[in-house]
Every structure is written in C-alpha cells, then in structure tokens.
C-alpha cells in the first residue's frame, strides 16, 4: 500500500538557519505530493505540492522538488524565522478522481529560536 | 470567518456513551471529508462526500462510526459506544470538486474517551 515517511522531529534550529525537512514515498502510479503545515492553534494548510516527475513546488521562501527517481519529496527553506515554528506534514495522493484522499506522514515538528 | 469551522472542539464523554460531531464547510465546496489524527500520528483519512453522496469509507471507519451530509452542506460524524481507542482529533476539510488539489481544514474536535 501506499506510505509516506519522514523525518522524525523535533528539529530545533536558530533563526536563519537552513531547513531541510526529508520526506520519501512509496505509492503505485503517479502520485501527486503535498506539504502541509500547522501552526500552533490553527488547522492544517496546504504549504505546497507538485503534481508530477521533476515539478517544484514554493510557497512562503520553502521550496520541495517531486523526485520520482528517489522516491523523494524533500522539503526546504534557506533562511527560517520563529515564525516558521510548526509541524509540518507531507503527504500523497494518488487518485486522479477524489485527490482528496490524502496518505500523510507521521509530520515533523519545527522549532525555531531567536 | 468563511473557514472550515467545527464543533463541539472538545468533547469529553465516558466510554460507552454516543457523540456528535458537526463541520460547516466552505460554502462554495462540494466535497468534504473526515480524517482523524491520535498524538504524534498524521491525519488518516476516513471518509468523503460529494454533495450528499457519500463516496468513499476507510476500513477505519467501524460499524459505530456514521457519518452524514443530508443536504449537501454542513455533515456529521457520530461515534456510538465509544471507546478509549477512539480518543483522536476528528478533522474536517473541504474543497471543491476540481482545482488544485488543496485542501481546507478546520481546527478540529478533540475527543477524550474516559
């Protein structure tokens, strides 16, 4: 079956630093790949995602390139703010029709200090 | 607030009593789904509506779960019996039939199972 994996957390950084958050898939098809993230308090939102072979995806100064050679869906940011602190989540899908149904993984808490 | 918004956010119930759980999704979105999430775990998805139809149920979803969109706007997820092992935040998330692949969740419905 299709799952999603990445790296454990906490992952505590100062700000500025350079992010680098792993994310690998297995999955029949071509899946599409998303980053969602959750900020303290608030629901999930979709940070980024890439819909086939070699896209990248960017939003908010993070970017993840869909590696399908790899398996692979890395996600970065080169200089992060404590307002970056959240738990970030990647995730698959891989159902053209209800895209919707979403396979996440375990998610990666970001803890980020002045 | 035009958001996914859900309610109650936090329910405490002893094991065996039945809960309820509502979401209002974003007016303009046909399609709205169930994921539940348990400490350190990402969201697994249970179950998802089109309008009122619903389309799809994971194995997650047991015989004292049912969920309902009688008219194609806000749904319900009610659990009967409960269990400790249901203890879970119960999300929602909308969106619309095509587009880009986003979805829109709520805070969520914490649920503790004594």
């Known amino acids: 079956g299709n799952s999603v994996t990445q790296m454990e957390g906490p992952v505590t950084l100062s700000e500025e630093a350079f992010l680098t958050i792993n994310c690998t898939y297995t999955?029949?098809?071509?899946?599409?790949l998303f980053w969602y993230v959750q900020y303290p308090g608030e629901g999930l939102q979709l940070l980024l995602k890439?819909?086939?072979?070699?896209d990248k995806g960017s939003n908010k100064g993070f970017e993840a390139t869909y590696r399908k050679e790899t398996t692979s869906f890395h996600l970065e940011k080169g200089s992060v703010q404590v307002s970056d602190s959240a738990v970030y989540f990647c995730?698959?899908?891989?159902?053209?029709?209800?895209?919707?149904?979403?396979?996440f993984g375990a998610g990666t808490q970001v803890v980020v200090t002045p | 607030d035009t958001g996914v918004s859900q309610d109650p956010r936090h329910k405490i119930t002893k094991r065996g009593q039945n809960v309820t759980f509502r979401c209002d999704p974003i007016?303009?979105?046909?399609?709205l789904y169930w994921y539940r999430q348990t400490l350190g775990q990402g969201p697994e998805f249970l179950t998802y509506?089109?309008?009122?139809?619903?389309?799809?149920k994971s194995r997650l979803l047991s015989d004292r779960f049912s969920a309902e969109r009688p008219k194609g706007s806000f749904s319900t997820l009610e659990i009967q019996r409960t269990e400790q092992g249901d203890s879970a935040m119960y999300l929602c998330?909308?969106?619309?039939?095509?587009?880009?692949?986003?979805?829109?969740f709520g805070e969520g419905s914490r649920l503790t199972v004594l």
């Open positions: 998330a909308s969106s619309r039939q095509t587009g880009t692949g986003e979805l829109f």
């Open positions: 999955a029949t098809g071509y899946p599409s």
């Open positions: 890439a819909t086939k072979a070699d």
């Open positions: 995730a698959l899908s891989d159902y053209p029709d209800s895209w919707g149904k979403l396979q």
């Open positions: 007016s303009e979105h046909n399609r």
């Open positions: 509506f089109q309008n009122e139809a619903q389309l799809e």
